[in-house]
């Protein structure tokens, strides 16, 4: 766990968030700040600060993230009709929380990005 990390205090528990999904390695909550109808965060619990810091032990995690989305994007009633899965890597992307996290996006016809 990192110093004064939100999702490794959330993880922790000593922040209580509203968990959509919970297993003994990642959880995923609502984002407090949407850019979509429907925006949920995936997070592992394990601190990575960044994708960049990702190495090749950690396949699997990558995968229980993207099965998590899946799962996620079902209960949301996305999968039919689409939802983006992205990463921002960076200040210069917009990550703001400097622990690995993916955003589930949906509940509306999303434009290109950036």
Same mark, same amino acid.
Not at 66 to 83: C, D, N
């Given at each position: 766990? %990192? !110093?004064?990390? *939100?999702?490794?205090?959330?993880? %922790?528990?000593?922040?209580?968030?509203?968990? @959509? #999904?919970?297993?003994?390695?990642?959880? $995923?909550?609502?984002?407090?700040? /949407?850019? =979509?109808?429907?925006?949920? @965060?995936?997070? /592992?619990?394990?601190?990575? $600060?960044?994708?960049?810091? *990702?190495?090749?032990?950690?396949?699997? &995690? @990558?995968?229980?993230?993207? !099965? $998590?989305?899946?799962?996620? =994007?079902?209960?949301?009633? *996305?999968?039919?009709?689409? #939802?983006?899965? =992205?990463?921002? !890597?960076? $200040?210069? %992307?917009?990550?703001?929380?400097?622990?690995?996290?993916?955003? !589930? @996006?949906?509940?509306?016809? &999303?434009? /290109?990005? =950036?």
């Amino acid at each position: 766990m %990192a !110093v004064d990390c *939100l999702f490794c205090e959330m993880a %922790a528990g000593r922040i209580t968030v509203d968990r @959509l #999904y919970d297993t003994s390695e990642i959880f $995923a909550v609502r984002d407090i700040n /949407p850019r =979509a109808p429907i925006h949920i @965060l995936v997070i /592992p619990k394990r601190h990575i $600060a960044m994708v960049s810091d *990702l190495g090749s032990d950690d396949g699997n &995690l @990558l995968a229980d993230m993207f !099965v $998590a989305a899946s799962e996620i =994007a079902r209960s949301q009633g *996305l999968h039919k009709s689409g #939802y983006r899965c =992205a990463f921002n !890597v960076g $200040a210069d %992307a917009g990550q703001s929380v400097f622990h690995i996290h993916m955003h !589930v @996006l949906g509940g509306q016809k &999303l434009g /290109p990005e =950036a």
